[in-house]
Every structure is written in C-alpha cells, then in structure tokens.
C-alpha cells in the first residue's frame, strides 16, 4: 500500500483549460523571448502527471531557450520541472540531480526576485524531501520538508503548507499514529481544497483512504479511495490513477473480492504503462502477483512477480539511494563553503577597508607633518633672519652712538673750558677797570 508523498511544485499545477490555452498562444508565436520561457515552464509543470514525457521534452526546449537568453529564472523553472518530469517516470538519480541545480539556481542568482528564489527553494527542497520519502529515508525527507515548511511559513504560501501538512501526515502515518496522520491529511485537503488544488487535494483524500485500510475500516478506506479518484480523473492524473487503484485493488483483495483486485491492478498497469510511470507499473506488478496467487494462478503469480523485481531493480537500489545521499552532503557542504567563503570574502572586504583607511589616516598625518616641518623651517628662517638684522641694527647703533661719543670728545676737546672763559673774563673785567 502506498501513502502519496503528494505535492511536486512546479510554475502552477492542475490549471484550467482555458489557461492552458492562452499557454499554448504564446508558444504558437515565433518570438523567442523570456515570455516564451514562461509558456513553456508553465505548460511542463500543467501535464507533468497525465504526460511525463511531454513535460519533459517542454522543460527540455525551456531550458535550451532560457540559457540562450541568460534567462535565470527560467532556467531554475526549467530544472525544476526536468527534476518532476524525471521522478514521476522513476528516474530518481536525475531526479534529484536537477531538483539541487534548481535549488542551486534560486539559492546563488542575484537576478532572480528575493520572493521568487525564497518560493523555488521551497519547492525544490520539498521535492527533493519526496525523493527521500519514496526511496524509503524518512529521516532525510523529515530535513527536507522541514526546510520547506520554514520557507512557505515565513512566504505565507498556503500551498506548501498544505504539502507539508500532508508530509507530516505521512510521518505520523509511518509511526502508527494514525489518528493524527489523518488530522494532518484533513488539514491539507481543506487548504487544497480553498485553493483549487484539486490534484493535490485527491492525494490528501487517498491518504486518508489508506490510514483507515491500516485500522482495517475498509468501508471508509473505500470511500475516501472512491473520492480520491473522481478527482484524480477530472484532472486526467493517469499517474496517480494508476498508484490509487494499486491501493484500490488491495483493498478488494483484503475484501476477498479477487476478480475486481485483479481488474483494478490491471488498469493501474495500463495507465502506468501510458505516462512510462515504473514505479507505479513496479507495484501494479507485485499487486498482480499477489492477486493471482491469492487465486492459486501461480504460474501467472510468478510471471508478473519476475516483472516486478526487474523493475524494482531499475526503480531503486542501493546506488540510487547513495548517489542521492551523496548530491544532498555535496550540496550541504557546497552551501557551508559558499557561506564560509562568503564570511572570509567579508572579513578581506573589512581587512581591505581598515587597511586603506590605516593608508588614508599615514598619508594625512605624513602630509600634516610635513606641513609642520615646512612651516617650522619657514619659522627657524625668519627668526635666523630677524636675528641677523637685529644684530645689523644693534651694530649701526654701536656704529652711531660711538661715533656721536666720539664728535663729542672731538667737540668737548675744541671748545675752551669753563674755568678757562672765567679766567678770560676777569682779566678782561681787570683791564677795564
């Protein structure tokens, strides 16, 4: 039995048809331009499930278009979708290869909206978190999930949080506790149901129908199965038509009800068949097997369970599991590199800073220096000037005031003296008398 590890995000799944044709408008015009891209992105991820192969080959001439344009966004749309196309047809290592080039994509391009790459790396570790569920490490696609559900909470993106309520879903699921698996179950149906998702909202519905098969209520397992999918065949999901009626066919087989077992199985192989979907044909084979050896058909029994263990063997395998084990530590360890040399880029940035201003603050101080030295030694010059003319001037005094000691020495030395003009004047005074 199969719980649906449900929601793949791509540019918009389960859209109208009119939408889808105004997509198709767009691409039967010659102009290659990013809106091109779009259509093409857009009309990959609407029939991904009913049309694996057409969605990959429209992702494919995506992503051709949008690298000849240097387009990021639609190259990371383009890788996303590649990633979905390639896990629906079972192809779980390319799968997981392009879900990290688009997580790689919307984590690294600057170009691309902050809201846009917040979104695409929800969707693409979501996705990624279904690879894990699928190959059977819940532990890995906990991490995942966990890394979306972070991203859409704080995006408000009611669609992943219905996702992740369905994963959380399946968790409580593979832990027995099964009345909480289906409050999850129910929560997501509800939002997915607002939000017309309708596929994902028949995925919701099978879960629910599968936790009551596990309680043995086979009357309500059929009646959620039933619901699941009438809504899966309104929206043409071959894929999950073919892995609801596998659930389906064990259902009337556990009822005792052989021959519609048998036919269910049957016709989830041929809708298998028709999307190239090998997980789904892997299982619809071991219900066969199982169905007919319930029925002592053992030779038929034993023929469908040979088919089932070659496609088993090309589904999943040890290598597989590692190669993907080994591209989630390689782009763990690529994401802490790129944020330690981001840090170390940062911490230059800052060295280079404090060292070109440490340049900025010697080059003033040198040119303020040399300011000082300059005017010092214009000072030192004047005062050695003033100095000399003060000497000069201190001189010519010397030279006049000597002189003027000297005139009057001369002067006083010509001139007849005091007592000598007495003795003159009295013997004049003598003679007149």
């Given at each position: 039995m199969l719980i649906c590890f449900f929601a793949f995000f791509g540019n918009g799944i389960y859209a109208q048809t009119s939408k889808t044709d105004s997509i198709k408008k767009v691409l039967n015009t010659q102009t290659e331009d990013n809106s091109r891209v779009d259509a093409l992105n857009r009309l990959s991820s609407l029939v991904y499930s009913s049309n694996p192969d057409t969605s990959l080959e429209l992702a494919r001439q995506a992503l051709d278009l949008a690298e000849k344009l240097n387009y990021a966004k639609g190259i990371a749309n383009a890788y996303n979708n590649l990633g979905i196309g390639h896990y629906v047809k079972g192809n779980y290592k390319m799968a997981v290869d392009f879900n990290f080039k688009a997580l790689e994509y919307y984590e690294n391009t600057k170009s691309i909206p902050l809201a846009e790459r917040k979104l695409g790396q929800g969707d693409a570790y979501n996705n990624i978190g279904n690879i894990y569920y699928r190959q059977g490490n819940a532990k890995m696609a906990l991490e995942n999930y966990s890394k979306a559900?972070?991203?859409?909470?704080?995006?408000?993106?009611?669609?992943?949080?219905?996702?992740?309520?369905?994963?959380?879903?399946?968790?409580h699921a593979g832990n027995g506790e099964f009345d909480k698996a289906i409050e999850f179950y129910f929560k997501a149906a509800d939002i997915n149901s607002q939000t017309g998702n309708t596929g994902w909202q028949s995925n919701n519905l099978m879960n629910v129908g599968e936790i009551y098969f596990m309680k043995n209520d086979y009357v309500h397992s059929e009646e959620y199965y039933q619901k699941s999918l009438q809504l899966k065949e309104q929206i043409h999901d071959r894929s999950g038509m073919a892995m609801l009626l596998v659930n389906m066919s064990n259902l009337s087989l556990k009822s005792g009800k052989l021959q519609e077992s048998k036919n269910r199985a049957l016709k989830g192989l041929e809708l298998a068949r028709q999307v190239s979907a090998k997980p789904?044909?892997?299982?619809?084979?071991?219900?066969?097997?199982?169905?007919?050896?319930?029925?002592?058909?053992?030779?038929?029994?034993?023929?469908?369970?040979k088919l089932y263990a070659s496609y088993k063997d090309s589904v999943i395998n040890d290598v597989t599991n590692q190669a993907i084990f080994k591209k989630q530590l390689q782009h763990d360890y690529e994401k802490k590199e790129a944020i330690a040399k981001a840090d170390q880029e940062k911490k230059l940035a800052i060295a280079e800073t404090e060292k070109k201003q440490q340049r900025l603050v010697l080059l003033l101080?040198?040119?303020?220096?040399?300011?000082?030295?300059?005017?010092?030694?214009?000072?030192?010059?004047?005062?050695?000037?003033?100095?000399?003319?003060?000497?000069?001037?201190?001189?010519?005094?010397?030279?006049?005031?000597?002189?003027?000691?000297?005139?009057?020495?001369?002067?006083?030395?010509?001139?007849?003296?005091?007592?000598?003009?007495?003795?003159?004047?009295?013997?004049?005074?003598?003679?007149?008398?």
């Amino acid at each position: 039995m199969l719980i649906c590890f449900f929601a793949f995000f791509g540019n918009g799944i389960y859209a109208q048809t009119s939408k889808t044709d105004s997509i198709k408008k767009v691409l039967n015009t010659q102009t290659e331009d990013n809106s091109r891209v779009d259509a093409l992105n857009r009309l990959s991820s609407l029939v991904y499930s009913s049309n694996p192969d057409t969605s990959l080959e429209l992702a494919r001439q995506a992503l051709d278009l949008a690298e000849k344009l240097n387009y990021a966004k639609g190259i990371a749309n383009a890788y996303n979708n590649l990633g979905i196309g390639h896990y629906v047809k079972g192809n779980y290592k390319m799968a997981v290869d392009f879900n990290f080039k688009a997580l790689e994509y919307y984590e690294n391009t600057k170009s691309i909206p902050l809201a846009e790459r917040k979104l695409g790396q929800g969707d693409a570790y979501n996705n990624i978190g279904n690879i894990y569920y699928r190959q059977g490490n819940a532990k890995m696609a906990l991490e995942n999930y966990s890394k979306a559900l972070a991203i859409w909470f704080e995006t408000g993106n009611k669609k992943g949080i219905a996702s992740s309520s369905n994963n959380i879903g399946n968790i409580h699921a593979g832990n027995g506790e099964f009345d909480k698996a289906i409050e999850f179950y129910f929560k997501a149906a509800d939002i997915n149901s607002q939000t017309g998702n309708t596929g994902w909202q028949s995925n919701n519905l099978m879960n629910v129908g599968e936790i009551y098969f596990m309680k043995n209520d086979y009357v309500h397992s059929e009646e959620y199965y039933q619901k699941s999918l009438q809504l899966k065949e309104q929206i043409h999901d071959r894929s999950g038509m073919a892995m609801l009626l596998v659930n389906m066919s064990n259902l009337s087989l556990k009822s005792g009800k052989l021959q519609e077992s048998k036919n269910r199985a049957l016709k989830g192989l041929e809708l298998a068949r028709q999307v190239s979907a090998k997980p789904q044909m892997r299982d619809a084979l071991l219900q066969l097997s199982l169905s007919d050896s319930v029925a002592g058909d053992y030779k038929s029994a034993y023929n469908y369970h040979k088919l089932y263990a070659s496609y088993k063997d090309s589904v999943i395998n040890d290598v597989t599991n590692q190669a993907i084990f080994k591209k989630q530590l390689q782009h763990d360890y690529e994401k802490k590199e790129a944020i330690a040399k981001a840090d170390q880029e940062k911490k230059l940035a800052i060295a280079e800073t404090e060292k070109k201003q440490q340049r900025l603050v010697l080059l003033l101080v040198s040119f303020v220096l040399i300011l000082v030295i300059v005017f010092a030694l214009f000072i030192a010059r004047t005062l050695r000037t003033t100095r000399s003319q003060k000497i000069i001037i201190e001189m010519k005094q010397k030279e006049i005031l000597d002189s003027i000691h000297y005139a009057k020495k001369i002067q006083q030395s010509l001139l007849p003296t005091e007592k000598y003009i007495r003795k003159i004047m009295d013997r004049a005074q003598t003679r007149t008398s």
